[in-house]
């Protein structure tokens, strides 16, 4: 048997190598081609999640899936532990086979290297007994690598389905707490329950407002058409919503309605709910080279992934922006009392704001400033629409996967006192850390360009969603002696002037 080069056990696929040693690559299998491959066509960003801190807190952030509702993912944080031990081990034990190939591929580049000053048209002849053992090895050491990789991929597909931490401000369970109120509401319940209240369908149907049964036709239950004044109503509201954020410094932004489902997916959107419920619409497509795409829930998500797979730098922030967009929920509910009318549909309009902050720290709240703000941008809107409203502080079970802590403010439906004694979610405010940021890829670059780079935190709140702030307008500013709907001053700029909606 003839010697057998050096190059020739490392490069038999044909890949040049330099007489210098200067190895292109070695073995290459079709398993390595298809992950190159596909790590530069993907289009989805590559998640970096923190699972040092699930190591090192496994039953943390097992409890905290089970305070937040996520009981399949309860055992998750163990069997990541497990799995990265495992890891840990087998990189542990592969040690020394590394070491001793490198050992080897040191000596044939010396002797590439010494051939060449002699005779570089001569191929260095080595002992087929170490090309034997390097063979070997390298086999040895690709096994153990797709060993180490699948751990990898096993850790972090656990990883990326669990929720985020929750803040300490949170209540444990399902039970809210109340922080204020916004307006005076009905001087008692007796006083209201006495009064003729008509629910928003029955008024609209009267005025001329809604139209239910072309919907029902072109698109089925849970879509509607609004009519006259109510389509005027809905652009009044968006307009207002946009003018008070644009008034407090936040930029306007029109998203997109389409997204990549992994892009919804990385801001905690998944296609089904913890309930089993689907919670988003997918679009069917028979381009493979495109990632399946979705209907976007709420323009958070499409205005997530403006910054996905960048690098912001700390004096852009707090970036903050504002957007009108229609959004797509197919967890309508059944059909029923409590989802009749605008209240729970398939298709809405919402404003949405959007922040990206520095990470709270000690003596550094910003993100929890831009939370605030949310909250009070939500308060003067809903108090110069005249809504009587609640805010609360959402229990660990209301905060889906990426909230860290979440604010709802609810409004009194005068139709809805048998369901809830009237109270239904109009806004929701968001607070989500790294949660979003680290599935998209957003880095954050400080002032210290030698520090290590961080994630920004994300904030997003509701500035208005329109079905549910029209039913309520519609609803309370029912006058049943004049048969008129008494519309609130701030919208008359876009409702050209009108004070009132009455019957045609």
């Given at each position: 048997m003839p010697p057998v080069s050096w190059t020739q056990w490392l490069c038999p696929v044909g890949r040049r190598v330099t007489a210098t040693g200067n190895i292109v690559r070695g073995l290459a299998s079709k398993a390595d081609a298809a992950a190159d491959f596909d790590a530069k066509h993907s289009f989805a960003p590559k998640?970096?999640?923190?699972?040092?801190?699930?190591?090192?807190?496994?039953?943390?952030?097992?409890?905290?899936?089970?305070?937040?509702?996520?009981?399949?993912?309860?055992?998750?944080?163990?069997?990541?532990?497990?799995?990265?031990?495992?890891?840990?081990?087998?990189q542990l034990e592969s040690r020394g086979v590394r070491g001793r190939l490198n050992t080897l591929q040191a000596g044939f580049k010396r002797s590439a290297t010494k051939q060449a000053s002699?005779?570089?048209?001569?191929?260095?002849?080595?002992d087929a007994g170490a090309l034997e053992e390097a063979r070997t090895l390298k086999t040895q050491i690709q096994a153990i690598e797709a060993k180490e990789q699948r751990l990898r991929n096993q850790v972090n597909d656990l990883a990326v389905l669990l929720p985020n931490l929750t803040s300490p401000d949170t209540p444990v369970g399902s039970t809210p707490v109340v922080l204020s109120h916004i307006n005076e509401g009905p001087a008692s319940q007796r006083a209201a329950r006495a009064r003729a209240w008509r629910s928003h369908d029955d008024i609209g149907r009267e005025l001329g407002l809604f139209d239910w049964e072309g919907s029902s036709a072109s698109s089925g239950w849970g879509w509607y058409f609004l009519l006259d004044e109510a389509a005027m109503l809905e652009q009044a509201l968006v307009q207002y919503a946009l003018s008070v954020a644009r008034r407090k410094?936040?930029?306007?932004?029109?998203?997109?309605?389409?997204?990549?489902?992994?892009?919804?997916a990385a801001c905690g959107f998944q296609p089904r709910d913890q309930n089993d419920e689907q919670q988003i619409y997918r679009l069917e497509s028979r381009n493979k080279a495109i990632p399946p795409l979705s209907l976007a829930g709420t323009a958070e998500i499409p205005l997530a992934a403006m910054k996905a797979k960048t690098t912001m730098d700390e004096s852009q922030l707090p970036l903050r922006v504002v957007g009108s967009s229609r959004c797509y929920r197919a967890e309508a509910g059944a059909r029923g009392l409590q989802t009749k009318g605008l209240y729970r549909v398939h298709e809405f309009t919402k404003v949405e704001m959007f922040a990206w902050t520095m990470p709270d720290s000690d003596g550094h709240a910003a993100s929890s400033a831009v939370f605030e703000e949310m909250s009070e941008i939500q308060t003067e809107i809903l108090r110069s629409l005249g809504l009587h409203c609640r805010v609360l502080e959402m229990p660990s079970t209301e905060l889906g996967a990426s909230a860290w802590r979440k604010r709802d403010i609810e409004a009194w439906f005068p139709s809805r006192q048998s369901i809830?004694?009237?109270?239904?979610?109009?806004?929701?405010?968001?607070?989500?850390?790294?949660y979003q940021?680290?599935?998209?890829?957003?880095r954050l670059r400080c002032r210290d360009q030698t520090a290590k780079l961080q994630w920004?935190?994300?904030?997003?709140?509701?500035?208005?969603?329109?079905?549910?702030?029209?039913?309520?307008?519609?609803?309370?500013?029912?006058d049943e002696e004049q048969q008129v709907v008494h519309l609130p001053s701030v919208l008359r700029p876009w409702m050209d002037g009108l004070e009132v909606i009455s019957k045609k």
């Open positions: 998640p970096h999640i923190d699972i040092r801190s699930i190591r090192e807190s496994p039953q943390k952030h097992a409890e905290n899936c089970v305070d937040r509702n996520f009981h399949r993912q309860r055992d998750a944080p163990y069997h990541i532990t497990a799995k990265w031990k495992a890891l840990s081990q087998l002699d005779d570089a048209d001569t191929e260095p002849a080595v410094g936040w930029k306007m932004v029109s998203p997109p309605s389409i997204v990549y489902s992994h892009i919804a809830d004694d009237g109270w239904g979610e109009v806004t929701s405010t968001s607070m989500c850390t790294d940021t680290r599935r998209l890829e957003t920004p935190w994300t904030v997003n709140g509701t500035a208005l969603a329109v079905p549910r702030v029209l039913a309520a307008i519609v609803e309370n500013g029912w």
